[in-house]
């Protein structure tokens, strides 16, 4: 397998054809993996949003002056507020905001991003990011498209690419039922894929001034294995999610 940047794409702005562009830059086969990430699929989808946008409610307010005073910063309660909205649920709201957002996937601060974005304040994630993936691979002959962010994951220092959108695949692989080297059954392995290929492409993408969103992965092989659909868990199943609901922050 191997993993390549797409060469000298361009600033993305809102209504640009991001499939067009790829396609003009690279020879794509029909197996590769086109891995984009969300911040140039936000900017084409025109999710660039400035504070002005989010008038604070009360919530909003609270929240703000409770992580203000947590962390010694003036927080700015517009940015609370649209955090809030672009979430169905707050998980934690100190001493950082860790929330659902709308399509599912759990980020903190609803994967707003303050970075790589000229001329705005803020950069919401794409509304629903496996059907902006669903359009990029349309326009391209790849089969295969994922939507990539960096995110920080519980129990580890650090951040990496998860994939929060994809198409033409389904993103985990299924073990179950296959067998070890000493034919034991695996029973629960479920391989996330989409997020492995997405920390690699993350890998590759960088998180600075490279300009280079757009990852190809050449010759992945799903070989011969089950799919599954699973990716972001349902609330039910999700004990860790129920613990931290139950608990607060007190400082
Ligand atoms: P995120 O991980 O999706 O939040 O995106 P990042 O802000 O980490 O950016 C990922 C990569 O895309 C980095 O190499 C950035 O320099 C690059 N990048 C961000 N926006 C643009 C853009 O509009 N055009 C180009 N060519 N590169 C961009
Ligand atoms: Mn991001
Ligand atoms: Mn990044």
New binding site residues.
């Given amino acids: 397998m191997e993993l390549f940047a797409v060469p000298d794409?361009?600033?993305?702005r809102e209504g640009d054809d991001l499939a067009a562009l790829i396609r003009d830059r690279v020879d794509l086969r029909p197996d590769d993996v086109v891995c984009v990430?969300?911040?140039?699929v936000s900017?084409a989808e025109g999710r660039a949003a400035d504070l002005d946008e989010f008038p604070p409610g009360p919530r909003a307010r609270e929240i703000a002056a409770r992580l203000s005073d947590i962390s010694g910063d003036e927080k700015d309660p517009r940015f609370a507020q649209a955090v809030l909205e672009e979430s169905t649920e707050v998980i934690m709201e100190a001493p950082f905001l860790l929330t659902e957002t709308r399509f599912g996937h759990v980020g903190v601060n609803a994967g707003i991003?303050r970075?790589?974005v000229p001329g705005h304040d803020l950069l919401l994630l794409p509304k629903r990011p496996s059907e902006s993936a669903a359009r990029i691979r349309e326009g391209l002959p790849a089969d295969r498209v994922l939507v990539?962010?960096?995110c920080g994951r519980p129990f580890r220092h650090g951040q990496r690419?998860v994939a929060v959108g994809w198409a033409g695949m389904a993103p985990a692989r299924d073990w179950r039922g296959e067998g070890d080297r000493d034919g034991r059954e695996l029973g629960v392995t479920v391989e996330n894929v989409a997020d492995e290929l997405a920390a690699a492409a993350?890998l590759v993408?960088?998180?600075?001034?490279?300009?280079?969103?757009v990852v190809v992965v050449r010759g992945f092989e799903w070989g011969d294995h089950g799919e599954s659909d699973a990716h972001f868990r349902d609330v039910d199943g999700d004990l860790i999610r129920q613990a931290v609901r139950g608990w607060s922050f007190d400082a």
């Fill in positions: 794409l361009p600033e993305v990430a969300s911040t140039v900017k991003d970075s790589n990539t962010d960096t690419g993350n993408a960088g998180e600075g001034d490279d300009g280079t969103p």
